[in-house]
């Protein structure tokens, strides 16, 4: 039997198949994405693949996606303290697979809305207070949202003595409401796993209907955003199934042309005696999103945030035209290098963004100064004893310089206050199965575990 998998992603529509037996990529093909109708592009894809690999419909299992198209899932967080609920509702919306446009914390002003209102964003997740903690801040802007612009359909998951009235005040103003768990309902206790199953469900409800996704329902399941099914790979791929054991902890980069996604399915708890973790707890599967490190629409910024000498020893020479290369890059993001020059300059821009990536997604160890002497405080993830780095992205699938590129993401000597990875192994996703596999998690795990261990190639 076999399953029928595609990611529809903003420019191109990707479709897999699997032979479901044998745990294999059967075939594989894309087709630009066409936002007019979805299953254009769907369609392409699927005829692609049908001249290489019938297609009986008694042989296909089940066929779903996930999406990327029409800007993803565009998300504003709202919430009290920037360290505790906004941080907490931010990454509950990475996890959830959304691109987060706008955060904002304590009680919104009208500036503040008038901003949220200009965003547009597909979903507002509101959040704020410990449960029996603050009302006060969550109740004003229930109140504000529902007296202000905004459209979007709201996910509230703050202090849950106040929740109801919160949902009664935005309900009162006709808005849709989703009511679930405080985010935090402890100071210091991350919850934020109902938070993200609330935004799926708005996704499937509404998101899909109102980015016209819902054509590709006839033929397809759409399960989640495609940054989703990614995160669902990397954290099977780490833990297993209960027929077949993980890898252990890793880290999955992502690098596209707009973004450079990091994910970690990982503790990443002190991994040195002595040292004292502080802040949020960490999520085991974690997502960030750098929306200024993409090697086509922010080639550019890869290079203001790198600086020219950085990226031009990246690149092994002293490149006089690096402005005008990254601006160009930037205008055409379909743009493939042509010779090997023009492919070094993308690799270096690709590592270069890994670095950076990585080094935000990571935690770090700092040094205080006690009345009992020094004392070493991590802050965030400890991977520095991650097994593995994978890459996943076209320059993974379309070059051979995976391992260059992914030894960016590795410990720096120079830098050994950020716990990157010390010693990992280093695989590639060259067919490009990450998102497929992390559908095919939600019906067949154990088979999706396979896929992944059979075709990410070491480097």
């Not at 802007?141 to 007296?147: D, G, L």
């Not at 993830?381 to 992205?393: C, F, N, P, Q, S």
């Not at 999706?448 to 059979?454: S, V």
Request: hydrophobic share 45%.
């Amino acid at each position: 039997m076999l399953a029928l998998l595609a990611d529809i992603g903003s420019t191109f529509t990707k479709v897999t198949v699997v032979d479901l037996g044998r745990a294999e990529v059967a075939a594989t093909a894309q087709a630009p994405t066409t936002i007019e109708d979805i299953n254009l592009g769907l369609g392409a894809a699927i005829r692609a693949i049908e001249e290489r690999l019938p297609l009986p419909a008694e042989q296909v299992a089940f066929r779903l996606a996930c999406s990327s198209a029409a800007g993803g899932l565009r998300m504003v967080t709202v919430g009290l303290i920037p360290a505790l609920t906004v941080e907490a509702s931010k990454r509950a919306a990475l996890g959830a697979g959304a691109k987060v446009v706008g955060v904002f914390s304590h009680e919104l002003t009208d500036a503040d809305l008038d901003a949220i209102a200009g965003l547009k964003p597909d979903i507002l997740l509101l959040t704020g207070g410990t449960d029996g903690g603050n009302e006060r801040a969550i109740l004003h802007n229930a109140a504000a949202i529902a007296h202000s612009g905004i459209q979007a359909p709201v996910v509230v998951a703050g202090n849950r003595v106040a929740s109801d009235r919160v949902c009664a005040i935005l309900q009162s103003s006709g808005r849709e409401v989703w009511a679930t768990e405080n985010v935090m309902p402890e100071v210091g206790e991350l919850n934020i796993r109902p938070a993200q199953d609330a935004i799926r469900e708005v996704f499937l409800k509404r998101i899909i209907v109102a980015k016209g996704l819902d054509k590709a329902q006839e033929t397809f399941g759409i399960l989640m955003p495609t940054p989703t099914a990614v995160l669902r790979a990397t954290e099977l791929l780490a833990v297993g199934t209960d027929d077949e054991p993980g890898l252990g902890d890793l880290v999955v980069v992502d690098v596209g042309g707009a973004t450079t996604d990091v994910h970690s399915a990982a503790d990443g708890r002190p991994t040195k005696p002595g040292v004292v973790w502080k802040g949020l707890p960490e999520p085991f599967a974690k997502r960030t999103v750098e929306g200024d490190l993409g090697i086509r629409y922010n080639a550019p910024t890869i290079l203001e945030v790198a600086g020219k000498a950085r990226l031009c020893r990246a690149i092994g020479w002293d490149e006089p035209d690096l402005h005008g290369i990254v601006s160009r890059l930037s205008a055409e993001v379909d743009y493939v290098p042509r010779d090997a020059r023009a492919e070094t300059i993308d690799v270096a821009l690709a590592r270069t963004a890994v670095e950076i990536a990585v080094d935000r997604h990571v935690g770090t160890l700092t040094v205080v100064y006690t009345p009992f002497g020094e004392m070493a405080v991590q802050y965030g993830k400890d991977l520095t004893e991650a097994r593995y780095v994978i890459g996943t992205g076209g320059i993974f699938a379309h070059t051979e310089a995976g391992r260059k590129v992914l030894e960016g993401a590795l410990f720096d000597p120079q830098n050994p206050t950020s716990l990157r990875p010390l010693h990992p192994e280093m695989r590639v996703d060259k067919p490009y199965i990450m998102a497929a596999a992390g559908l095919l998690a939600e019906r067949e795990p154990t088979v999706a575990l396979r896929l992944l261990k059979r075709n990410l190639a070491p480097v």
